[in-house]
């Protein structure tokens, strides 16, 4: 007397090489690979197109390559900045020159307030002498 799983798997060997299941499957098969490749081909596509995007932002319409071009915006920046700094420098040279010509313009009016605070003394005094 046979077991029930031996039974089972006796039908189930029987049913498997049956040429209509085994058609099934092979379709089943195959149409599980097609859904496979399919959503490939597209993920692919869109790679496809995400590259062209880059390639176009990324690619010149001329000979020199897009790092040369960097390099030489970079080397401009440079230029930018050595010539930023020795604007700094001239502008920090011109508020010294400033500085100094108002501390002498201060110390010339301060000159002048005591030559008027003296001539006004020399005047008052001149009065106190000539009108007793």
């Given at each position: 007397?046979?077991?029930?799983s031996?039974?089972?798997?006796?039908?189930?060997?029987?049913?498997?090489?049956?040429?209509?299941?085994?058609?099934?499957?092979?379709?089943?098969?195959?149409t599980?690979?097609?859904?496979?490749?399919?959503?490939?081909?597209?993920?692919?596509?869109e790679?496809?197109k995400?590259?062209?995007?880059?390639?176009?932002?990324?690619?010149n319409?001329?000979?020199t390559?897009l790092?040369e071009d960097?390099?030489?915006?970079?080397?401009?920046?440079?230029?930018?900045?050595?010539?930023?700094?020795?604007?700094?420098?001239?502008?920090?040279?011109?508020r010294?020159?400033?500085?100094?010509?108002?501390?002498?313009r201060m110390?010339?009016?301060?000159?002048?307030?005591?030559?008027?605070?003296?001539?006004?003394?020399?005047?008052?005094?001149?009065?106190?002498?000539?009108?007793?």
């Open positions: 007397m046979e077991t029930v031996a039974s089972v798997a006796s039908a189930v060997g029987t049913a498997l090489l049956d040429p209509y299941v085994l058609a099934a499957i092979v379709t089943g098969v195959l599980l690979l097609g859904l496979i490749f399919e959503k490939q081909r597209r993920a692919h596509a790679l496809a995400g590259v062209e995007a880059t390639r176009y932002q990324v690619q319409d001329h000979d390559n790092r960097l390099d030489r915006v970079i080397e401009g920046l440079d230029d930018i900045k050595s010539i930023l700094h020795e604007h700094g420098r001239a502008i920090g040279g011109i010294d020159d400033i500085r100094l010509e108002r501390e002498q110390g010339d009016i301060q000159g002048l307030r005591d030559d008027n605070r003296n001539l006004v003394k020399r005047f008052d005094n001149h009065l106190e002498s000539n009108n007793p």
